[in-house]
């Protein structure tokens, strides 16, 4: 029961730490700790059953081996400017260094050598033009598109060398919490995700804590329960937005994700888009408490004739509140009450028109919804003033860029809120105040999607083969 390094979490961040440390032929006794199953075990019924059936445990979308992300879309940001704060730490030059070292480990495994979003100076100079008109400002990303059913096959792939490569993986294990003594983390206490109440101790002389997006808040009620230094950030609530792929086409030909950020007014917080799938699907995931978000997702070869993307608007407490995470899911169950446990759809046009959408009237429109047990209704009477006007005035600013985006029947899907606001004080070397203990991935909140995690993933494992 005694390892060198103790991983929680079978993420990206946890992977890369792993494989970052047998790429260096480190000795080091490995064990890697995931509440959810190994990759081939990860299926979600849907594709038969046509309606999310609330999986037990656990959502397999959302976790084991992989992570949410790789099951949602695997796309890979290639440039520093996205995917969190991680270089405000490590520095500018050094995260692209990294990002560039770590999309080689990808291509090695079996990623699409193809890059979107190069080669097409003028056409994007013209998109960044009726961006600046609009008041917003584009971030053209290179993306490496994995595809969800591609990154299934490639991550299956980095598993299997994990195994083979004497890695111990706990599979269907939850962490319960972490052995602390004299300032120091020196093990982790487990129990079975579907009988939590007979324990295990496992002691390990570094403690790796990746548990991601779904862990975020764990993480953030063991920082407080042990003094480990960190303080609330930005939590983002916003919604799915559904078009017709020829509104999309001339964006998703050029630059096939469009990252726009704008700070509309009266309120000018930080409003973008996130994570947009041409030809993809609006998909469902299932967090703790029956808690039900909306996300989305694109295959290689299984296309739709819609496109999806994340409008998230960013909001910041500070005093006298400072739970940035429990308010996300108090709006989150409030719009899943809504729609009776299930995701509300909404179409834009009824929204500016101060009405409820019928389920007729979703029949009646050009959009058909690439997810069709979501719950017709009106997503204002849950989502917050601020949240919500906010993203109407975004919506009409994206218009300018891509005309036809504000449009009635574009639909808005809703919640789709991001888990990351925890943010955890470390150093270059992810060292916390509390000894032997190291915080990664979006859990850590430094991170916000696969490339940045698994990047962060590679930097620990290098200090850890130090060690």
């Known amino acids: 029961m005694e390892y060198d390094v103790i991983i929680v979490g079978a993420g990206p961040a946890g992977i890369f730490t792993a494989l970052e440390m047998i790429r260096n032929k480190s000795p080091k006794k490995i064990l890697m700790i995931e509440k959810g199953k190994a990759i081939e075990n990860r299926k979600c019924p849907k594709s038969v059953t046509k309606e999310c059936i609330n999986c037990k445990p656990y959502c397999n979308i959302t976790t084991g081996f992989s992570g949410a992300g790789a099951f949602s879309d695997g796309k890979l940001s290639l440039s520093n400017e996205v995917g969190g704060d991680l270089p405000a730490l490590i520095g500018e030059a050094f995260a692209q260094e990294m990002i560039n070292y770590t999309d080689k480990i990808y291509l090695e495994f079996g990623a699409d050598s193809k890059v979107e979003g190069i080669n097409a100076d003028e056409k994007i100079k013209e998109i960044r033009r009726n961006a600046i008109k609009s008041g917003l400002k584009l971030v053209d990303c290179p993306i490496r598109h994995l595809g969800t059913e591609q990154a299934q096959i490639l991550y299956s792939k980095i598993q299997k060398y994990l195994l083979d490569n004497n890695i111990e993986i706990l599979f269907g294990k939850i962490c319960k919490d972490i052995v602390i003594s004299d300032d120091t983390c020196k093990g982790v206490i487990i129990a079975d995700s579907s009988k939590q109440d007979e324990t295990v101790t496992y002691y390990g002389k570094e403690i790796v804590i990746a548990t991601g997006r779904k862990g975020a808040d764990w993480l953030n009620d063991i920082c407080i329960k042990y003094n480990v230094e960190h303080k609330a950030g930005t939590v983002d609530i916003g919604v799915r937005v559904e078009v017709r792929n020829e509104i999309m086409e001339d964006v998703n030909n050029v630059l096939y994700e469009s990252k726009l950020i704008g700070y509309p007014l009266p309120f000018k917080n930080k409003v973008r888009t996130f994570c947009q799938n041409p030809g993809g699907f609006v998909s469902q995931e299932n967090y703790d408490d029956n808690l039900a978000i909306v996300n989305g997702h694109s295959y290689k070869k299984l296309k739709s004739d819609n496109t999806n993307l994340a409008i998230l608007c960013s909001h ?14 108090k709006v989150g169950q409030l719009v899943n009450m809504l729609g009776n446990g299930h995701i509300l759809v909404q179409r834009f ?22 997810m069709p047990d979501a719950i017709a209704g009106d997503i204002t009477s849950a989502m917050p003033y601020r949240t919500m006007v906010n993203i109407i005035s975004f919506i009409k600013a994206v218009d300018t860029v891509v005309p036809g985006f504000a449009s009635t029947e574009t639909l808005l899907y809703a919640p789709e809120i991001k888990f990351y606001s925890n943010k955890v004080n470390m150093d270059e070397h992810f060292n ?36």
Not at 316 to 329: E, G, H, L, M, R
Not at 351 to 366: D, S, V, Y
Request: charged share 20%.
């Open 316 to 329: 910041n407490f500070s005093y006298p509140f400072n739970q940035p995470i429990d308010y996300a899911k």
């Open 432 to 467: 916390t105040n509390i000894k032997g203990l190291h915080c990664l991935g979006d859990s850590s909140g430094w991170t916000r999607g696969l490339m940045m995690a698994s990047v962060m993933g590679v930097l620990m494992g290098r200090e850890l083969c130090k060690k």
């Open 349 to 370: 046009g009824d929204i500016l028109e101060g009405k409820r959408t019928w389920p007729k009237e979703l029949a009646q429109t050009n959009v058909k919804p690439s």
